[in-house]
Nanobody
C-alpha cells in the first residue's frame, strides 16, 4: 500500500515557477511508474509528466514545450514536478499517482493503471 501526499501548489504570476512535491508513505521506487496529472473543471484529467521509477527515464506531454521536469528522490521517497515559465493555461489541480505495473508507456498508460493517487494540489497562474 502506498499513500501519496502532494504539496507545493499555490498562486504564481505567469512566467514564474513552482515545485510540486509528492511524498510517499510506501517505497515509491518499487513502483513501475510515477506520474503527475492535472485537471481543470469540465475537462478530462491529463497526464503531464511520468518517470519510470526503476530506471529514471522520463516522459512529458508535448504541450509542455520542455517547461516541466519530473524527478524522483528515492532516499526521501518523494517525487517532484518542477514547473518553469508557467502559463495561464497551466492553472489546474495537480495530482501525483503511482502504478505498480504497466502496459506500454507510463505517460500514455490508461489512468486505471495508476492505483495510488494523492489528494491533489491546486496551481493557479495569474496574469
Amino acid at each position: 500500500q502506498v499513500r501519496l501526499v502532494e504539496s507545493g501548489g499555490g498562486t504564481v504570476q505567469a512566467g514564474g515557477s513552482l515545485r510540486l512535491s509528492c511524498a510517499a508513505s510506501g517505497y515509491i521506487a518499487a513502483m513501475e511508474c510515477i506520474a503527475w496529472f492535472r485537471q481543470t473543471p469540465g475537462r478530462e484529467r491529463e497526464g503531464v509528466a511520468a518517470i519510470y521509477a526503476r530506471r529514471g527515464t522520463t516522459d512529458y506531454a508535448d504541450s509542455l514545450e520542455g517547461r516541466f521536469t519530473i524527478s524522483l528522490d528515492n532516499a526521501k521517497n518523494t517525487a517532484y514536478l518542477q514547473m518553469n515559465s508557467l502559463k495561464l493555461e497551466d492553472t489546474a489541480m495537480y495530482y501525483c499517482a503511482a502504478a505498480p505495473s504497466r502496459w506500454g508507456a507510463c505517460l500514455t498508460a490508461p489512468q486505471s493503471t495508476y492505483i495510488y493517487w494523492g489528494q491533489g494540489t491546486q496551481v493557479t497562474v495569474s496574469s
